[in-house]
């Protein structure tokens, strides 16, 4: 204990110097064994995180890129699929639009021509009648004009002129009644 109180006047906090060498040599050869055999350890590993990062970042803005690039290319198919699809649309429509055209114009066509067939038909019944009426007038005027003279008049072509006159006669009154309207 009288080691301890003959130092005692010395300062604790301030090592011996013995210490403080041995303590100073101490450090730098375990400083300078880190420095050689740890420091390149960690630098490599920061290398490889750095390259790791850098390369990382280079991939992903190569995909960022290539994502880009092909959502530019589905735009534009997307793009000329619609532009298609209106054209054909369009198409479509114009087919359509000629088709009703040719069967408004076929329609028209057989609604002339069963207009035509009618008048052509209702022209032929008419004349049938008109020959059908004509003989059986005549018929019934000679009946009725033997009956009056008394005597059968049965000369065809005398007959007939004079069917054929009163007929014509009826005629004349009637278009000369028409015409005074």
């Not at 793009?79 to 076929?106: K, L, N």
């Not at 000679?142 to 065809?156: C, F, H, I, M, P």
């Amino acid at each position: 204990m009288t080691f301890l109180a003959a130092e005692g006047a010395q300062n604790p906090l301030i090592p011996d110097t013995a210490e403080l060498i041995v303590g100073l040599l101490c450090f730098f050869i375990v400083f300078g064994m880190l420095g050689k055999k740890l420091l390149p350890n960690i630098q490599k590993t920061l290398e490889e995180r750095h390259d790791a990062i850098e390369g990382g970042l280079e991939r992903a803005e190569k995909a960022q890129a290539e994502a880009n690039r092909t959502l530019e290319e589905y735009k534009a198919q997307l793009a000329e699929a619609r532009h298609e699809a209106a054209r054909i649309t369009e198409q479509a429509r114009e087919q359509g639009a000629s088709i009703i055209a040719e069967m408004r114009e076929e329609g028209q066509r057989q609604r002339d021509a069963i207009i035509a067939a009618g008048h052509a038909q209702i022209e032929a019944d008419r004349r049938q009648v008109t020959v059908t009426l004509r003989q059986e007038v005549g018929r019934i005027a000679t009946d009725l004009a033997g009956k009056l003279v008394g005597e059968a008049l049965e000369d065809n072509a005398r007959q007939s002129r004079t069917i054929d006159r009163f007929l014509d006669g009826l005629e004349d009154s009637a278009s000369q009644a028409e015409a005074a309207r």
